[in-house]
């Protein structure tokens, strides 16, 4: 994170390990879940990127959006509900924005309704 450019890149460094340490612990055993290197170096990448686009962000901010992208689609539904609370637990008081999908949202809906798919909150978050 420090090579990113994070001035808190100890305590964030410390929070993406400890939520793999938990996940693993907590969540459903299944083969494609990943809690090693690779998945933190996914992590990484993906908060560094987001410290290039968006350098005057809280970096909380960035290295919670970064674990929850990387990792929430993976996740089965009922894996999710624990996984939201293991976050938060670890990013006390930290709002994620919302983030804006406008015509990408517009074209998974569009795409459900061409494959007569029912169109779910946990579905449509996983896209």
Same mark, same amino acid.
């Given at each position: 994170?420090?090579?990113?450019?994070f001035?808190?890149a100890?305590?964030n460094a410390?929070?993406?390990?400890l939520?793999?340490?938990?996940c693993?612990?907590?969540?459903?055993?299944?083969?494609?879940?990943d809690?090693?290197?690779r998945?933190?170096k996914?992590v990484?990448?993906?908060?560094?990127?987001?410290?290039?686009?968006f350098?005057?962000?809280?970096?909380?901010?960035?290295?919670?959006?970064?674990?929850?992208? %990387?990792? !929430? =689609?993976k996740?089965?539904?009922p894996?999710?509900p624990?996984?939201r609370?293991?976050?938060? +637990?670890? *990013?006390?008081? %930290?709002? !994620? =924005?919302?983030?804006?999908?406008g015509?990408?949202?517009?074209?998974v809906?569009?795409?459900? +309704?061409? *494959?007569n798919l029912?169109?779910?909150?946990?579905?449509i978050?996983n896209?």
């Amino acid at each position: 994170l420090m090579s990113f450019g994070f001035e808190i890149a100890r305590s964030n460094a410390q929070k993406i390990v400890l939520t793999y340490k938990l996940c693993s612990e907590q969540l459903s055993s299944q083969d494609h879940y990943d809690y090693g290197m690779r998945a933190v170096k996914s992590v990484l990448t993906a908060a560094g990127n987001l410290k290039r686009r968006f350098p005057e962000e809280d970096e909380s901010i960035l290295v919670l959006r970064s674990i929850i992208d %990387v990792n !929430l =689609p993976k996740f089965l539904s009922p894996d999710i509900p624990l996984f939201r609370g293991i976050t938060s +637990d670890l *990013f006390p008081g %930290v709002e !994620l =924005p919302k983030p804006d999908y406008g015509g990408l949202m517009t074209g998974v809906l569009e795409g459900l +309704d061409e *494959f007569n798919l029912q169109k779910t909150e946990d579905f449509i978050t996983n896209i």
